[in-house]
């Protein structure tokens, strides 16, 4: 049996899976909604009571981003979801309730700390974070033998991480580019570099991101920083003061997680700082390519965001289920049409050339050489540096 969370606030929080369906693009651009109720799930995520899918073989409770997973806007169901429920006979509660990594495990640190129920069986925050949480003992160790087509598929960009070198903790769901986007329509001018945003013209139009690596990393290419290598304090500070620089002056109009989409589309943010894959959804829904993303010229960071458990959890053999189903080429495929990330399966590609063959050349989805060329993986940070740089950034964002 699946252990109820008994925290007031964490039954909130996996309630608000139950509530009323409504249509998710009507979601993300309501900006009276807040990012808070960005983590709405969706009752399409659920089977019903009866018949394939009615979790008969158990639930699995699963957080992640928005735009983070294939889904119908005239059923308001997610395909490939809906199809491993049928197939499994497994239930699965669909959660959007990650904004940016600190928030989201802001809200749940306190059960993960007690080792209590967070409301999640299963959770896909950036390894930046994952780092964190397996220094403090606060995951559960995967078993690799009950997932064949991870050890079969995982390709070598994402196969080993410093902090988990055989991947036994974390498992990669998606990985992507942090870059820059501008609004084709009201800025054709374009940008090519991070100093571009900088342009009067933009003063009060621009958008930084939550993720302080992210942000700060494209601040730090540019200026020649290596950021694989031994940087330290002079270059994070060097790079803040950029970034202080023009917040405070009101160049930079909002710094957010993942609803930074929603002042794009509604046209208060023109340019900025993106992640890759919500460029692509955001034009495809749009239905032409308002919003261009850019690998700068100094390089763009990648990120990984992958699955984890924490350690109160009773779907154990479910969840491992469940990941090893997106690991399957065809399924991969299917959900990399749809957000756009660099898919971490090694037989996607093929499938993607019977699927979208369009797409099987996109190199934000599959990196060429010359694409891999301009990608840098951000250094890990130890626990001192992260919670003395997190402090520092919190403090120019005015928090």
């Known amino acids: 049996m699946l252990r109820q969370p008994s925290d007031p606030v ?17 979601l993300l651009r309501g900006a009276s ?24 073989r158990g639930t699995v409770r699963w957080a992640n981003w928005t735009y983070y997973l294939d889904y119908d806007d005239e059923t308001g169901g997610w395909p490939s979801l809906d199809a491993f429920m049928e197939q499994s006979d497994i239930r699965v509660e669909y959660f959007e309730d990650i904004d940016d990594n600190k928030t989201f495990i802001a809200k749940i640190k306190d ?67 942090t870059g820059l986007v501008y609004n084709t329509q009201l800025y054709p001018k374009g940008v090519r570099e991070v100093s571009d945003l900088w342009a009067p013209e933009l003063k009060g139009k ?16 540019e200026q020649g920083v ?27 109009a909002t710094v957010k997680g993942n609803s930074y989409t929603q002042d794009l589309e509604q046209e208060t943010v023109w340019a900025g700082m993106a992640w890759s ?6 034009n495809e829904d749009a239905g032409e390519e308002i919003w261009k993303f850019v690998v700068p010229e100094s390089g763009a960071s990648v ?58 050349e996109n190199p934000l989805i599959f990196p060429d050489d010359a694409m891999s060329k301009r990608i840098f993986d951000m250094r890990s940070l130890t ?3 992260d919670n003395r740089y997190s402090q520092a950034y919190q403090r120019i964002l005015g928090n």
Request: net charge negative; with cysteine; hydrophobic share 45%.
């Open 111 to 177: 059960q993960l700390k007690l080792e209590q129920d967070t409301g999640y069986d299963v959770m896909v925050p950036s390894d930046t974070t994952l780092v964190r949480l397996l220094e403090q003992e606060q995951i559960t160790e995967f078993d690799r033998s009950l997932m064949p087509n991870v050890d079969a598929q995982m390709i070598d960009l994402v196969q080993h991480a410093s902090f988990d070198p055989e991947r036994t903790w974390s498992i990669p769901y998606q990985a992507g580019m």
């Open 226 to 252: 290596d950021i694989e290598g031994d940087w330290g304090d002079d270059e994070f500070e060097a790079a803040l003061d950029v970034a202080a620089k023009h917040i405070s002056s009101g160049q930079v």
């Open 383 to 385: 626990a001192e540096e």
């Open 206 to 221: 621009v958008n930084l991101l939550t993720e302080q690596d992210d942000t700060l990393a494209l601040i730090m290419l």
């Open 33 to 56: 909604l807040g990012a808070a109720m960005l983590g709405m799930g969706s009752l399409a995520a659920c089977a019903g009571s009866s018949g394939p899918g009615d979790g008969s």
């Open 10 to 26: 964490v039954r909130d929080l996996v309630n608000r899976a139950r509530v009323a369906r409504m249509n998710r693009r009507q």
């Open 277 to 282: 894959g919500d460029i692509a959804i955001l």
């Open 303 to 360: 990120f990984v965001d992958s699955f984890c458990m924490p350690k109160a959890t009773g779907a154990f053999e479910q969840v491992h289920e469940l990941i090893d189903y997106y690991y399957e080429p065809e399924v991969a495929a299917q959900v990399a049409e749809y957000v756009q990330y660099v898919t971490p399966v090694a037989g996607a590609r093929e499938a993607m050339e019977k699927l979208n063959p369009a797409l099987a």
